[in-house]
């Protein structure tokens, strides 16, 4: 069913209830593609979906307009979940022109070849008029592909935002105040760390360039429309684009026969300071999409393994990989785990924590076989030390 968000502005999307793995993202909430349809003098096609969901765009769009009445497919974003039905929806609609910087229009053309298409390429800044709507291009590149985009509708002061201020979330509901919020923002917030964590420079200089402009509605490419909650998520982002630390420490570990998981719950125990969230992950059973969403907001974290084949155990491996690629800013943190006849799997854990850029409070903790009560008290003591740490790095926050 389609949603006007505006007059003769609709939201014409997809909502995906069933996928669970978006590209290696676990998507427990499924997701929705969205594409808006502005009816005007000339009318215009915000975005497309998914390939597969190009006929129901199509069937959407065809409750409101023709879509071979439609002038103008504007392309935000090449990535093929938002562009991969373009092909076939400017087949129905033979007299519409794509929309798009230089960047996107050349990654098109690579997935998806479009010789035929009739281009209007647009730049940073540019404007179109439908009649009473103007759209405004601005180019938000790395944020998070290089040819990203945002369209701006001046006179409605609405953002289509493509992915960013997104959330994958199926719901009957289109707008943000008509669901539980607290859910919208949590998986927003997960949205960020999994898809946008490693671009929060670039996010950053969109966000103050945004600023300049006077925003009622933000209309991400993901999930809820924004329009109750404009200034919360606007802030939110800005928190997130610099991994703004709460007082709160990840233990993130795995174990063979429970000396390393001893290990983690002394770490826990120690940590568990007043006011310090301490929260456990198990990298073999809490997927990495967890992971990442963790470790956003966290000042501290410690990450443990016991020595497996002169390395540490894959899953911990998997996990560091993808954090290390996501690139969490400004965290504190040590190594550890449990050996019997080479020490290497916590050395290994503790050499990419120090790629991440994350100031290692000491040298890796180590344990030969089980741990003792001693090595049990130097956990409690190393968690205490990471629980300070993470109450004055969130104090230095603010
Ligand atoms: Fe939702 Fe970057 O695509």
Known sequence: MTTELRKGIYWVGHVDWSIRDFHGYLTDRGSTYNAYLIVDEKIALIDTVKSPYAGHLLAMISEIVDPARIDYVVCNHAEPD?????????KACPRAELVCN?????????????????VKPVSDGQTLSLGRNTLKFIDTPMAHWPESMFTY????????????????YATVHRFDDQDDLSVVMAEARTYYANIIMLYGKQVTKVLDRA?????????????????????????????WSVCKPKAKVVVLYDSMWGSTEAMALAIVDGAALPGVTVT?????TDHITLQATEILDAACLAVG?????????????????????????????????????????????????KQMKVDLVREPLLSNYAPDAAILDECRVAGRLLGERALALAAAAG
């Open 305 to 353: 393994t016991p020595t497996l084949n002169m390395g540490m155990m894959p899953e911990v491996g998997a996990g560091l990989i993808y954090l290390k690629g996501l690139r969490p800013v400004g965290k504190s943190g040590f190594a550890f785990g449990s050996y019997g006849w080479g020490k290497n799997g916590a050395q290994e854990v503790s050499e990419i924590l």
């Open 82 to 90: 938002h562009a991969g039905g373009l092909t076939e929806v400017l």
């Open 211 to 239: 600023a300049g402009l006077p925003i009622e509605m933000i209309a991400p490419s993901h999930g809820l429309i924004w329009r109750n909650q404009v200034g919360e998520i606007v802030q939110a982002y800005r928190d």
């Open 280 to 284: 456990l992950l198990k990298a073999r």
């Open 102 to 118: 230089a960047k996107c229009l050349d990654t098109l053309r690579r997935y998806q070849g479009g010789a035929d298409w009739k």
């Open 153 to 168: 509708v001046v006179e409605e002061k609405l953002l289509f935002s493509m992915d960013v201020f997104g959330q994958h």
